[in-house]
């Protein structure tokens, strides 16, 4: 699903540069649910942004899907953006603006889909995360836990191939966060890839897989044998 | 596509409508001020007969005095500056000429009008004397009846031309072709009655005040001299009458007579020159027209310009309104730049969920449009207003108004407006990398 | 204070910033010159006839009825005009006369000194019955006044009796007495001078504003012209009485009426169109300009929010933080400024080429740098005020 080779990132100012990815080599295969972990600092933001083609790179190589996602124009980064890729944030990123269906919406406005299509699409995503009968309410009137259901069905709704998750319960508290992780684990379940950036050692607990980043590279880190049988009960 | 970049930027205006509102309001200002000036402007300086204007040619010739040149307003010494008028005997000269299709000499005058007594009391009318080719030159419109031939010119016939007020007043309307009329001590026949005609510039006489309407009854020029009708418009000379009798004054070289030519093309205009030109030199033989020859045939739009039709104030005015405008455009620049940018995060987002740049790009323009229409309409709908009362100071008969023209000018200018001030605001929002702002 | 700091972070807002320059810039150019322009048509406006302008009216009569087509029935019906018009209630004075003040015009002709050296000079030329100096409100300063008696009824007559304005006599007899003198027209006509009056001024379409005669005579031909004194505050009392007593003098004609302050509002209408129309470009473009350097101020502020909060908990004070917007604004205000300088006499370089416009004065372009000083300081304090406000907590907010 997504093979970086030897990925350089570096950010430059006046003075100085920083070099934020030095690189990083990574192959996510399709349908594993990978933890990247990695203290502050660590590149871990920085290599998300480039997974999901919201940041270009300075060096090696980058296949998304079987394909080099190296040196796209803007638009076709934005189409691929739109189809195949869902991000689920921390802060949940709605449109404050809008409601719960008009945000799920916003993905489908941009693929250009018939009307009935997305209606189809969004009335079944808000189904699934248990929100129907809230799908005209604004994103100040739901949870926090209710918020990252709205943005999961907002993913759900374009149907990805990969999502990425950026922390997805770091603002949550350990109920909702559990319910959300639930969410993740049947999607996943249903063949999505899932590459999630996270601090939590509960959260990776539930990925397949584990990456630690350091400095900008992968570093090899054995997992603990009890959390492989924790990762393999919960499948 | 468009319609939903076209429903975001709509919900993205009314999120802020006080915000909207100074926008809107800014425009509006700018074009209602930068519309009502070119108006003004342009009601003085478009071409008062489309078409034919390159056709018709007006007449002048220096015959003033050899010590000095015509003066001039501003007291200068031009050597070419030649009176405004020409010489009755001259312009009666001039219309032997078979050169222009039409031509007509032509001054204002005032007589007393007698209506039947049960009507009214005699009373005071503006009169033109003018020859019949007048009309049709001028496009003056009919409501009944038309103008007179060459035939009644040449033989001083007593028929008059009257407008549509005139006709209201002393035969309630109807079509009173046919019908008399006692002007000063004759009787003269009703030939035509004009329909409502008023030109905003009296292009035909361009030496008095040209923004009142038309006169009220013309007659025939040939009636000058029978009838002995002075002009109650200027009269320039530099050299007294020989005499005081009324034929004394029509031979002197007083200058009181507009003179006008319709030529076959504008190509004619050096023929026609050159007959001036003889008739001039012929004339210099017998004493007259001590001055370098200095004849000039000019066109109509050339000589609104000499004339000065277009008061330089209403060019200041309109340069001003212009920079006016200029401003309002900078003045949105800033405040769509600012709001724009406090969009960042919002538009990250679309970003992130497969917006192109093109979308954030049109959805931003939409919303300046959106802006630039609803200021341009505003603007518009307050300059109607603003024109209504400047047309009042200016003449209480004319209504100035917006016409296609500046309608089209004015819906121009507040789409480029809002296209102008937009496009950098826009093309910042969308340049934008969309991982900068998703990580707060 | 933090005069560097502040100077490099408005060159990294590059964009921002130069349009609000550019704004102040056009702002000044445009409000400089139109204060001019004011300036100029209130000068205009300003210019005085040195007649009782408020109190005069002119009065045509438009005759009809035939007995009028006969010389001698005019000037004694006219003659009589003028008796019954000075017997009215709140009549001052009144004459008959070719003169009508701020009607833009008049007639005019050439004339020399007699006996001088054959200089032309054009001047405004009027003929009158006697009244008129006392009518206008003007005073004799040489000679005597015309008298009825120097009114020659001959058709043929070709020499009559004038009084000339002053500034007339200046320019023809410089600096002697015109009073015994005599004034030669080109038809060789002469005119015999038996007195001066001061002042005089009507705008004329050369400049002859301040050169003119009153020959004494009868205005009858085509309709008789009249200008009638009131006393003060009678216009409206004196106003009825016209029509009535002229036509028991005779009715076998209309009458048109104005006040000589109606005359002078029409020839000043384009001076008032353009006082009116630059004053409200000038109060709307400080209240445009006004409203972006708030609305660009205030987003500054919330983009900072975060910035300030910092500056805050490292022990800025409100003043501190207040003092920072309005410096960074003056210090906006003033590049515009000395931009505009430049707009403002490039501009009026245009208009005094291709308007007839007036050169500029400096002290309107000085007024104009204090009023945007001031919409500066006034337009930035809400926003500013505002970033005072900012709570050092939000430093260590997240969001």
Known sequence: MLQMNDIKKVYRTDLVETHALEGLSLTVGDGEFVAVMGPSGSGKTTFLNIAGLLDVFDGGSYRLDGGDVSRLSDRDMSHIRNRNIGFIFQSFNLIPDLDVFDNVDVPLRYRGLPAAERKRRIEKAVELVGLSSRAHHLPSQLSGGQQQRVAIARVLAAEPKLILADEPTGNLDSVMAREIMDLLDDINRQGTTIVMVTHSPECAARATREIHLLDGKVVDVERPPALIETAAAGK | ?440 | MEFGPIVRALTRNKVRVLLIVLQIAITLAVITNAINMIAAERVKMQKQSGFDDENLLWVRSRPFAEAFNERSFRITTTQSDVRALAAIPGVRGAANTSFLPWQGGGSSGEVKAGGGDGTLYRMQMYTSSPGITDTLGVRMVSGRNLRDSDIDLDPNATTSAIIISRELEKLVFKGQSAVGRQLIERDNSVDNIVGVFDPFYNPYGWPIHEYTYFAAGVVSRGGANFLVRVEPGKMKQVIPMIEKRLLVVNDGRNFDLKTVSEIKDRYFTESRIVIGAMTAVIVLLIIVTGLGIVGVTSFSVTERRKQIGTRRALGATKQAILRHFLLENWIITNSGVILGLALAYGLNYVLVTNTGGVKLDWRFVAGGVVLLWAQGIFATLAPATRAAAVSPVVATRSI
């Open chain 2, 1 to 440: 596509m468009l319609a939903y970049n076209t429903r975001v930027a709509t919900r993205n205006l009314k999120r802020n409508p006080l915000l909207a509102a100074i926008i809107v309001a800014g425009i509006a200002l700018g074009i209602c001020a930068s519309t009502t000036f070119t108006t003004v402007r342009h009601m003085f300086a478009r071409d008062p007969l489309p078409g034919k204007s390159s056709k018709i040619f007006y007449v002048r010739m220096d015959n003033w005095d050899p010590a000095q040149a015509y003066p001039d307003a501003g007291g200068g010494t031009n050597p070419h500056h030649l009176p405004t008028q020409i010489t009755y005997r001259d312009a009666m000269e001039l219309m032997r000429s078979n050169l222009p299709v039409r031509q007509s000499a032509q001054f204002q005058s005032s007589m007393v009008v007698y209506p039947d007594r049960r009507i009214s009391r005699p009373y005071t009318e503006r009169v033109r004397l003018v020859f019949g080719d007048f009309f049709p030159m001028f496009d003056a419109p009919f409501q009944y009846g038309h103008g007179w031939d060459r035939r009644a010119d040449a033989k001083g016939e007593q028929v008059a031309v009257i407008n549509q007020a005139t006709n209201e007043k002393l035969f309630g309307g109807a079509n009173s072709v046919g019908k008399r009329l006692r002007l000063g001590d004759r009787d003269f026949t009703v030939v035509g009655v004009l329909a409502r005609w008023r030109p905003f510039i009296k292009m035909y006489d361009l030496t008095q005040n040209y923004v009142e309407e038309p006169e009220a009854i013309f007659i025939p020029f040939s009636l000058t001299r029978p009838m002995q009708i002075r002009t109650f418009g200027n009269s320039d000379g530099w050299k007294p009458p020989t005499g005081t009798t009324f034929d004394d004054f029509l031979a002197s070289d007083i200058d009181w007579v507009q003179f006008w030519v319709e030529l076959r093309s504008p190509a004619d205009q050096a023929a026609y020159q050159q007959f001036v030109d003889n008739y001039v030199r012929q004339e210099k033989t017998r004493g007259r027209f001590p001055r370098p020859l200095n004849n000039q045939v000019t066109s109509l739009l050339t000589i609104m310009r000499e004339f000065g039709v277009v008061r330089p104030a209403m060019n200041a005015m309109a340069a001003m309104s212009l920079l006016f405008l200029v401003i309002c455009a900078l003045n949105l620049t800033g405040l769509l730049l600012g709001k724009f940018l406090a969009r960042a995060p919002e538009v990250s987002v679309r970003r992130a969920l497969g917006a192109t740049r093109a979308d954030i790009f049109m959805q931003h323009i939409i919303e300046c449009e959106i802006v630039g229409i609803a200021g341009g309409v505003i603007g518009m709908l307050l300059s109607l207003g603003v024109l209504k009362f400047i047309g009042k100071l200016i003449t209480a008969t004319t209504v100035i108004s917006l016409d296609a023209e500046m309608i089209l000018a004015a819906i121009f200018l507040s789409l480029v407006a809002g296209l102008i001030a937009g496009l950098y605001p826009a093309w910042r929002i969308c340049a934008m990398q969309p991982a900068v702002q998703l990580k707060v």
